[in-house]
Nanobody
Framework: QVQLVESGGGLVQAGGSLRLSCAASGRTYAMAWFRQDTGKERKFVAATNWSNGQRTYADSVKGRFTISRDNAKNTLYLQMNNLKPEDTAVYYC???????????????WGQGTQVTVSS
């Protein structure tokens, strides 16, 4: 069984930065970040797999967000720079057995962490 715990959310002004962390227990092969704003559907943000470090991003965050991982700590990160008010959402960590699955229908989810960007 995989358990995921996010941290690092908070309130930041537009143009600022935040780094989210997701500590995983249990074996994971691919991990991702999603976000969901109030009243909207959950959307994919970024993903990576443990084996070769392949990374993929949603167009809305390319060039501003960076997904990375620390294999020794079994922890996933999301560095978010040049934040915009439209980045405001609850950010969720997800895990599954492949990059394609984690980007679409991941089996494991964290509890979420709130990110609020003020204008």
């Amino acid at each position: 069984q995989v358990q995921l715990v996010e941290s690092g959310g908070g309130l930041v002004q537009a143009g600022g930065s935040l780094r989210l962390s997701c500590a995983a227990s249990g074996r994971t092969y691919a991990m991702a970040w999603f976000r969901q704003d109030t009243g909207k559907e959950r959307k994919f943000v970024a993903a990576t797999n443990w084996s070769n470090g392949q990374r993929t991003y949603a167009d809305s965050v390319k060039g501003r967000f960076t997904i990375s991982r620390d294999n020794a700590k079994n922890t996933l990160y999301l560095q978010m720079n040049n934040l915009k008010p439209e980045d405001t959402a609850v950010y969720y960590c997800a895990a599954d057995t492949s990059l394609s699955r984690v980007m679409t229908t991941p089996n494991y989810w964290g509890q979420g962490t709130q990110v609020t960007v003020s204008s």
